[in-house]
């Protein structure tokens, strides 16, 4: 199984003048002890650190000198994430900061794990119940000035047209025989989610989530936040679902059969578009990555197109 990993920098890459204001932020003195987390694609830090006083907190830190995406991602993420309504399950914002070199994020640590992949039904289950409070929670949009999710999406959602125009040799030979038919369809669903007015996230995965020791859910890493319809984060963490394994049902049920069949064809065509392009700087597996998600939910487009 290919997963997602990109090659990281750490709390000691940082410099002191960097560290110094994020002890600032934390309190209780120096770092004393930082852990970098596995799993994503930022070549920024994602450190759980502790300071000498026994004060937690996660730390993210990039600079546009390693990946200027990257950066603006962070900066996206500080806005969002410090804007977040009490009581949504998302993480705390301790502080951070944009000097115009380095872009720093400082989240309480939350304790818990990923849900486990193969999914497994009753973490499938609640997610789902989680998703509709955190829908509740955004919904009308608590954070002016985000984009549209047709908007944010509708580059990706355009995959399948590029594919058709140049098919790959090794392009699965359902897809290739159904290229009008998933053009259509991602088309359809960027119709579908030009509506709603809920803040979604759009980058649900299992490593986008925390499992707390009491079972609740904690939604993390907040760069792509919009604004679109109230199902579409459950339909989109039904492609992970699908992806790693596991019945998504569960996780589409609010939203109309066809539309989320749609919504999954446009982000396979984003996928396997995605996977020709070359790796971005410090991102070396995203493109291994993305050709691996798209090949896994053609078997499960073919299925629900019913041929």
Known sequence: MVVASGVRIGWADLPGPVRGEIERIIGGGPVVTARSQAGGFSPGTADRVRTESGRPAFVKAVTPTINVESAAMARAELRIS???????????????????????????DVEGTHPRTPWVEDEIRGAAAALRDLAAALTPSPIPGLPQAAGRLAPAFGGWPEVAADPPADLDPWAARHLDRLCEAADRARTAIST???????????????????????????????????????????????????????????????????????????????????????????????????????????????D
């Open 196 to 306: 709603g007015d809920t803040v979604v996230h759009t980058d649900l995965r299992a490593d986008n989530i925390l499992i707390r020791p009491d079972g609740r859910f904690v939604f993390i890493d907040w760069p792509w936040g919009c604004t679109g319809p109230d199902w579409l984060d459950a339909v989109l963490l039904a492609i992970n679902v699908v992806v790693h394994g596991g019945d998504p049902g569960p996780l589409l049920s609010d939203a109309d059969p066809r539309t989320a069949v749609d919504v999954v064809a446009a982000t396979a065509g984003y996928f396997l578009n995605s996977a020709r392009r070359p790796a971005p700087p410090g991102l070396p597996t995203i493109r291994e990555f993305q050709r691996f998600q798209g090949d896994a939910l053609v078997p499960w487009l073919r299925a629900a197109f019913g």
């Open 82 to 108: 410090a804007a977040m309504p009490a009581g949504a399950p998302v993480p705390r914002v301790l502080g951070g900061f944009d000097d115009g070199e380095w872009v720093a994020l400082v989240l309480e």
